[in-house]
């Protein structure tokens, strides 16, 4: 998945953290070096494994990038915005 986030954005140490708290969340770790794009913002790949809920992979998706969209590091840097390269992978 495509993540774009805040230029400050500690996203190893603490962002990685709390989407392996995701409910589902199994395995998560970057798909390519992150880059800036733009004076305020960077991107980052990331390969995120779940297992999905009884909702099925897709809700589990929408789910999921609900809870991303949401997320901050510690001084309140945040995720701007998810966007899925391929569907949802699921490792049930």
Known sequence: MFVRMER???LYADIFEKIRAIPGVTIVKT???QRNIGPTQKAAVLNV???ATDTGIINYG????SKLSKLKDE????ILG???LGPPEDMS
């Open 8 to 10: 400050d954005t500690n």
């Open 31 to 33: 798909g390519e070096k």
């Open 49 to 51: 494994k779940c297992i």
């Open 62 to 65: 929408v789910f999921l990038q």
């Open 75 to 78: 001084e309140g840097d945040r």
């Open 82 to 84: 998810v966007r899925f």
